[in-house]
């Protein structure tokens, strides 16, 4: 009688260890689709941003194309514009959309992704490296174009609207360059944020 009662404890025992493994094993996936959700979502605002961006490419070559005959800029200048711009978004494309895809966040490519994640800072910085200068170096041309070619005989409201324009675009591209900096750092931070994520999942 004594061994039919240790018996039923011990089956009792294990069928409790059984349900709490399940509902441990159970409370691990959700965790892991938490984890996982929280880092796709970290990274959405990115894409956005890059989307963003290519919507924007035909507003600047309209835009900018409208203030070069107003302001007699040269062609060399607008395609040098155009360039970088597209040259800009592309890249952008490739390093902070096409790069990741919603198979790297399943749990058993983890390690790659965060890999990717990596290589995705580093691209991002030789990117900044280059787009700042080139972006400095068309400011300096767009305002020695903007007070060479100006007529000789321009009525006043022209000279104010050129040397307006020359003050705008230096205080323009001042804020463009704080921005271009506070972006990139926040989609630094961003990265290093998923990182440490999947270390925790791995760990």
């Not at 300096?140 to 000279?159: H, N, Q, T, V």
Request: include cysteine; aromatic fraction near 12%.
């Amino acid at each position: 009688m004594e061994n039919n009662n240790q018996n039923t404890e011990l089956e009792l025992m294990r069928s409790q260890m059984e349900d709490f493994k399940a509902q441990l094993d159970k409370q691990k996936i959700v965790n892991e689709k938490m984890i996982i959700g929280s880092m796709k979502k970290s990274m959405s605002w990115i894409k956005r941003y890059v989307y963003f961006e290519c919507c924007l490419v035909p507003l600047i070559a309209v835009s900018w194309l409208a203030i070069k005959e107003y302001a007699h800029f040269s062609w060399p200048n607008y395609a040098f514009l155009m360039t970088m711009v597209i040259v800009d978004v592309i890249a952008d494309y490739r390093i902070n959309v096409s790069a990741i895809s919603d198979a790297d966040y399943s749990r058993d490519n983890l390690l790659t992704t965060m890999s990717k994640l990596t290589r995705m800072k580093r691209q991002r910085s030789i990117c900044m490296m280059i787009s700042m200068p080139a972006l400095i170096v068309w400011l300096l041309w767009s305002g020695i174009e903007a007070w060479m070619y100006m007529p000789a005989d321009a009525p006043d409201f022209m000279r104010g609207t050129v040397y307006g324009g020359i003050v705008g675009g230096v205080i323009g591209g001042v804020c463009g360059l704080i921005f271009a900096f506070r972006i990139f750092f926040k989609m630094q931070r961003t990265n290093d944020e998923v990182i440490r994520q999947i270390n925790e999942l791995n760990a």
